[in-house]
């Protein structure tokens, strides 16, 4: 029986979860998404890769929440906020995002969100 991994386990975990989970280097450009990205935006990590991961807000995303998630950013430090982003057909939703920095070996090495669908939340 072959055992799994930490890293086969977390592989897992990210690939099977229904939240979203965006990976990025330290320039904050798209590395990895997960199926659920796929399936809730429309995009492919073929379409995403290389991208900004900022890329889904639109004129209708509070540029307040924008400027606050950029500044603990530009820190290294985790962020939780809520988010309106549009989807590639247009679609609007509300996302909760937790941003968290990622280090190896004491080395920045970039980004990692977590990201729940809380449209039917914020819209009742």
Same mark, same amino acid.
């Given at each position: 029986?072959?055992?799994?991994?930490?890293?086969?386990?977390i592989?897992?975990?990210?690939?099977?979860t229904?939240?979203? #989970?965006?990976?990025?280097?330290?320039?904050?450009?798209?590395?990895?998404?997960?199926?659920?990205?796929?399936?809730?935006?429309?995009?492919?990590?073929?379409? #995403?890769a290389?991208q900004?991961?900022?890329?889904?807000?639109?004129?209708?995303?509070?540029?307040?929440?924008?400027?606050?998630?950029?500044?603990k950013?530009?820190?290294?430090? @985790?962020?939780?906020?809520?988010?309106?982003?549009?989807?590639?057909?247009?679609?609007?939703?509300?996302?909760?995002?937790?941003?968290? @920095? #990622?280090y190896? !070996?004491?080395?920045? #090495?970039?980004?990692?969100?977590?990201?729940?669908?809380?449209? !039917?939340?914020?819209?009742?």
């Open positions: 029986m072959h055992r799994l991994t930490d890293t086969e386990r592989a897992l975990v990210a690939e099977n229904d939240n979203m #989970v965006v990976i990025t280097d330290t320039n904050r450009k798209i590395v990895w998404v997960n199926q659920a990205y796929t399936i809730m935006t429309g995009y492919t990590l073929e379409d #995403v290389g900004a991961a900022g890329f889904l807000q639109f004129n209708k995303t509070d540029q307040n929440t924008v400027d606050e998630i950029r500044e950013l530009d820190k290294h430090l @985790p962020v939780e906020k809520e988010l309106l982003n549009r989807a590639k057909d247009g679609r609007e939703y509300w996302v909760k995002l937790n941003i968290s @920095p #990622v190896r !070996e004491d080395r920045f #090495v970039g980004f990692i969100s977590v990201e729940r669908d809380i449209t !039917e939340e914020k819209t009742c």
